[in-house]
């Protein structure tokens, strides 16, 4: 599409489809928009394609989970029908989980209704009876043994022939009972050859704590972790969806933009999209630092909530004090930073700033402020003066926030992994 810039002409078809090459706040479901993860979209539909075997998507929350699960779904389910897909919540039991897929299987309603309707399944030797009352009330199988949500899900599954997969999004393998259960159900879908394929995604660092009570239903799991995106993969987001708009953006500017986002394509969906629907507002083919400047401000007010709740608690009151220490943490590649190169970073963003800076005990002080509940625990630190930013996501939206104040952070970064000047 050629991007228009005469005066009066409407640009809705414009905005549309940056919109749709800038997915800010939603999954990517195809592989045209899932950027620099061949390797693991490869290995979750081997997963998937491996009779018994079920792939578990894992990393810190927003580097893109969510996307590869859908993506790899989409291209494994088959053409008839969508993938299933559930989304986890605190303190959900393991019937409520295969409550939530069998509704789905059956397109049972989630909502109230005077209508009543009653199933009958059964389920392998036994008689199970599934009885779904739609009435008023919303109606959960509470206690449910593992080898029977298998059979539930054999019974519902479409003809042979015809792959289905269930998404388990969202795990919480802090959930003790959820996780014990959990792993059995993984271990039980190979042993009684499941005809449904699931793909489990969680906010882990490890898969560790899900199998250690069940290790042997490690053979069943292909754990897919998930880094950030490299730098390079981010500015290759920004390069080609302004070159479909049609729009010029310097690489100066690109390699910002992949740079503030700080390996999670959130942030580069989300400053690209607010970059280019005021270039098109402002019919201008040209991305100028001063539309950036206002893309930046922005895509602060649309950054996740959790962000900005944790960051307004981090710095409150003593903004002026707070918020340059908090940059500083945020001011290169590596996660895990000492007090001293931090501190170096704090100095040089003081003079940026034009502020007298704090000292090195004072500075310290602040950090330690920074690790409590009363600032949102938004760093954290496993031994003395080294710190890390909590939630991963927080680091990009810092440098963000400082590059609206017209102060670089995060210029030293990660290029292919290592640091450049």
Known sequence: MAFQLELGVDHSEDKKLAREIFQPSQPVRTQEYLVGRAHSLD???DALSTPGRSPFIYGVRGVGKTSLAQTAAYLFNWSGSEPIYVACVPDLTFGSVVTMIARKLMRLPFF???KKSFTELKVGPSVFQLLRRIEKTDE????MEVA???DLFNTLAPPVGQKSVVIVDELDVANAALKSQLAHFIKQIGDQECRLSFIFAGIAENTGELLEQHASASRYIATIELQPLKLGELHKIVVTGFARLKLSCPDRLAWRIACLSDGFAHFTHLLCLKLAIHAINEEQKDLTADLFAVAVADAIEDSAAFLRTAYDQA????QDKYEPVLWAAADHWELLRSTEHMYDSYM???KDL???SQGRSEFSAILFQLKQQSHACVLKSDRRS?????QAMMRGYCRIIAQSKKVNVGLEYMRDGSATD
């Open 148 to 150: 029977d949500a298998v």
């Open 315 to 318: 710095v409150q009151k003593y």
């Open 386 to 390: 080294w710190y890390q930013f909590t």
């Open 140 to 143: 959960y199988i509470t206690r």
């Open 348 to 350: 040089r963003i003081s």
């Open 112 to 114: 109230a209704t005077s």
């Open 43 to 45: 290995r979750t539909l």
């Open 354 to 356: 034009g502020i007298v």
